[in-house]
């Protein structure tokens, strides 16, 4: 039975349009509905299990205080279709806000993104004529030998530096990887500046003269960051969309090369939805896993064999206005395993609740480590252990501390992934049916802007059979290669 639905359009009259099924209620999955539906292309329908919208980019509140999962900021950088829809969606509502943070180096603070004449004051001395050293010796280094990995290509541009110093105590707390275990890729989409002089070009862009309007600015909604997902979901069922929350994903039915029909666990039971086309934004593997009957072997192989990097976030609830000036801290050494944090009343300049705040931890961590399974004042005690070692000390009552546990925040890329990654693609793109996009469906790494860019450009691709264009497709993830990660 085809699912296509035969549907009244002012214009012309009856015809039909496909009905899409939404995998997923990130800002992918609700971009995507959003845009098929104001264009008029599909019935689309949203499934997800999470009982409200925005994935990884979903807002909550705390005492009267808007948080996010970790520290989340709207890039200018966004293409301007997707800006200019946010700003329409937003109003008055989306601010535009300086970037005020600090970096912590060799037991210093130093202001984050780097500027100029703070950079020169508060580094430690030794740091500055390492990297100097480091600048003035590059042309006569010998380039590294062999595959190269995150390590080597870090370690030609950069210098030992700024690598050993920054990049690799992160990562390996970011990933729980060291970085000649990292794929080069990573290096490619998170490393802002390939070399010391890009990187010196990027701060002296922050000079007064040089700086463009948004320059040390972000995006940020007043009622902080899920406000876009929330504004995004509203607008997508004005035009027509409807929603399941509570839906679980557990198979996804083909026959062949097709893919007919999603399957969900939902209170009432198990419900098949049979579709002319499948959105999936749901992890990439967790699909693979789902597909029934099942992909060959070699592809669950692959799939097993990929990983995503956890994370726990710690709000610590304070009685005070304010614990710092600071928007966020990063910590990118390996003395404190924490590698952020935020306070969320800082990012949309809130006075209100008076005398309470919060801050927000990203702790990365898996499934299985000894911090995954501890309770909420266990975790609220160690973060305030961890501060007082970092110089910030509590010193105000702590109301109390809740917690958030990401096991899909950062796709792993380790070596050989790619490998595993392009198998399980090549096979997916040869079932019709179902189209796989967004940070966790395409294992990107990537902003809230670019999942909205990929949704829009997976609703582009979409025939009004209900087919996809698949060249039009391939030029499309040409161009998702170019996403870069701005932090
Ligand atoms: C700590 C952190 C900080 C970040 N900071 C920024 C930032 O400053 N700026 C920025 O632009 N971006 C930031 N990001 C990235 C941003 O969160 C992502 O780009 C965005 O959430 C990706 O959207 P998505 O829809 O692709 O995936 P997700 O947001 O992960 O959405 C996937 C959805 O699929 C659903 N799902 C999964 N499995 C199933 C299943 N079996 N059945 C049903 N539903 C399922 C989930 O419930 C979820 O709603 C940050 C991410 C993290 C982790």
Redesign the pocket.
């Known amino acids: 039975m085809n699912a296509t639905q035969q549907v009244i359009d002012a214009g012309t009259g009856t015809r039909a349009r496909p009905i899409v099924r939404v ?7 609700l971009a995507a509905a959003y845009t098929l539906a104001k264009t008029s292309k599909a019935s689309v329908e949203v ?4 009982a409200f919208p ?4 979903a807002s909550f509140q705390i005492e009267g205080i808007c948080c996010d ?7 200018p950088v966004a293409d301007p279709e997707v800006m200019a829809d946010v700003k329409e969606l937003l109003g008055d509502d989306l601010l535009l806000r300086p970037r005020h943070g600090r970096i912590r180096l060799g037991g210093r603070w130093v202001h984050f993104p780097l500027k100029p004449a703070d950079a020169m004051r508060r580094l430690p001395p030794s740091f500055v004529a390492s990297l100097m050293g480091d600048m003035a010796t590059k042309p006569f280094r010998g380039k590294s030998q062999g595959e190269p990995t995150f390590s080597s290509v870090l370690n030609d541009g950069l210098g030992p530096t700024i690598s050993d110093n920054f990049y690799f105590p992160y990562v390996r707390k970011l990933f729980g990887l060291d970085p000649d275990e990292l794929a080069v890729t990573l290096a490619e989409r998170r490393v802002s500046g390939s070399s010391v002089s890009k990187i010196l070009m990027k701060m002296a862009r922050m000079l007064p003269g040089l700086a463009s309007p948004t320059t040390g600015k972000f995006y940020y909604p007043r009622r902080g960051f899920g406000q876009i997902v929330e504004a995004t979901e509203a607008a997508a069922r004005q035009h027509g969309v409807r929603f399941r929350y509570g ?3 557990t198979r996804i039915e083909r026959d062949g090369g097709r893919v007919r029909a999603v399957w969900t666990r939902e209170a009432e039971g198990e419900v098949r939805h049979e579709s002319d086309q499948i959105f999936s ?3 990439l593997t ?1 699909l693979v896993n789902m597909i029934d009957p099942a992909p060959p072997a070699e592809i669950l192989e692959a799939a097993a064999g990929m990983r995503f990097r956890g ?1 726990i976030l710690i709000y610590l609830v304070l009685e005070t206005d304010q614990f710092t000036e600071y928007d966020a801290h990063y910590f990118p050494e390996l003395s404190t395993p924490l590698s952020r944090m935020s306070e969320p009343k800082n990012y949309n300049a809130a006075t209100e609740p008076k005398g309470v705040t919060v801050l927000c931890a ?1 702790l990365p961590s898996d499934p299985g480590d000894p911090w995954w399974d501890m309770t909420d004042e266990e975790l609220g005690e160690a973060y305030k252990g961890w501060l007082a070692d970092l110089d910030l000390p509590v010193t105000v009552p702590v109301r109390h501390c809740e917690t958030r546990r ?1 096991r ?3 796709p792993v890329y380790d070596l050989g992934y790619e490998e595993r990654f392009d198998l399980i693609d090549e096979w997916l793109m040869r079932l019709d049916g179902i189209l796989n996009f ?4 395409l294992f990107a790494h ?6 909205f860019a990929m949704a829009y450009a997976a609703a582009d691709v979409l025939r009004s059979d209900g087919g996809i264009d698949k060249d039009a497709w391939a030029a499309h993830r040409a161009e998702f290669t170019t996403h870069r990660v ?1 932090d």
Do not use: C, K, V
Not at 438 to 441: I, K, V, Y
């Open positions: 995998l997923g209620a990130g800002p992918a999955g499934l997800d299990r999470a925005g994935g990884n980019a999962l970790g520290s989340h900021r709207f890039h839906a679980e994903i934004t749901i992890p967790r994370m990203e990401l899909q925040a950062y967004g940070r966790q469906g990537d902003n809230t802007h670019h999942a701005e």
